[in-house]
């Protein structure tokens, strides 16, 4: 299984960006899936994900902001960013569970800053 996360970069305050997670070696239509992110200093946490039913689910101060989505077509899945913020500046991944195991992208960094 791998896991190829892009679509980080600076962006001010207010604005949007769209992250991908493209998986090869598992299907995400069948497998539950997350983002999570870390920023210096921080633990890592889940900002957002879906279930393997399809279900979003959302952190509390990525709510109404963030959007959790999949391609089965392309077996990406996307985490479309709005009203960013400084503090949601962080280094971000993805994550699958497949067969009881997890894996990981490598990462993408999202600065938020004007």
């Known amino acids: 299984v791998q896991l190829q996360a892009s679509g980080g970069g600076l962006v001010q305050p207010g604005g949007s960006l769209r992250l991908s997670c493209a998986a090869s070696?598992?299907?995400?239509?069948?497998?539950?899936m997350g983002w999570y992110r870390q920023a210096p200093g921080k633990q890592r946490e889940l900002v957002a994900g879906l279930t393997r039913g399809g279900t979003p689910l959302y952190t509390g101060s990525v709510k109404g902001r963030f959007t959790v989505s999949r391609d089965n077509a392309k077996n990406t899945a996307y985490l479309q960013m709005s009203s960013l913020k400084p503090e949601d500046t962080a280094v971000y991944y993805c994550?699958?569970?497949?067969?009881?195991?997890?894996?990981w992208g490598q990462g993408t960094q999202v600065t938020v800053s004007s």
């Open positions: 994550q699958a569970a497949v067969g009881g195991d997890d894996y």
């Open positions: 070696g598992m299907v995400f239509s069948v497998n539950a």
